[in-house]
């Protein structure tokens, strides 16, 4: 039963913007009841953290994506979103979203490419 599904990535030039979004199955869980994080993975490298949003809101960022991306959500639709805006090659990865814990299944993610 697939229990998060992320979208929103793309291709994009260095400098631009991207918003991701993460819906998690309700039947499976409710995000205002957990921690939620967005995880990246670049090729040849480890799966990385890139924020958290704790259930009563609160985020917190890695360095990679402080001043730049923005992790919010929206309880009702049971989705999480990262806004990522001044794009870098480097932030090219596949992005998932799961809870702090990693205690969900992982979903398919979604790749972001920033390329000129």
């Known amino acids: 039963q697939v229990q998060l599904v992320e979208s929103g990535g793309g291709l994009v030039q260095p400098g631009g913007s991207l918003t991701l979004s993460c819906t998690a199955s309700?039947?499976?869980?409710?995000?205002?009841?957990?921690?939620m994080a967005w995880y990246r993975q670049a090729p040849g490298k480890e799966r990385e953290l890139v924020a958290v949003?704790?259930?009563?809101?609160?985020?917190i960022y890695a360095d990679s994506g402080k001043g730049r991306f923005t992790i919010s959500k929206d309880n009702a639709k049971n989705t999480v979103y990262l806004q990522m805006n001044s794009l870098k090659p480097e932030d090219t990865a596949v992005y998932y979203c799961?809870?702090?814990?990693?205690?969900?299944?992982w979903g398919q993610g979604t790749q972001v490419t920033v390329s000129s």
């Open positions: 799961n809870t702090a814990g990693r205690t969900s299944a």
């Open positions: 309700r039947s499976i869980f409710s995000i205002n009841a957990v921690n």
């Open positions: 949003i704790s259930s009563g809101g609160t985020a």
